[in-house]
């Protein structure tokens, strides 16, 4: 069904996400470099944790208010 969806939207694809309780997983991030130029990729749930930590939050991948 999401195929079908995609292609009448004309999109090269969709993601989907379903809502779990905790567990490692990655995530599609947008990295941006210092320059300015970016980059969307998909970050492996054991590399995000640090690449969190040494960049924008000192705590690492930790839940909030949303999950």
Do not use: C
Request: charged content about 25%.
């Amino acid at each position: 069904a999401i195929d079908a969806i995609s292609q009448l939207k004309h999109k090269d694809g969709h993601f989907i996400t379903i809502n779990v309780e905790y567990k490692a997983i990655g995530a599609i991030s947008q990295l941006k470099h210092k320059d300015g130029h970016s980059i969307t990729i998909n970050v492996e749930y054991n590399q995000l944790d640090p690449l969190l930590r040494e960049t924008i939050s000192p705590e690492g991948d930790v839940n909030d208010s949303t999950g």
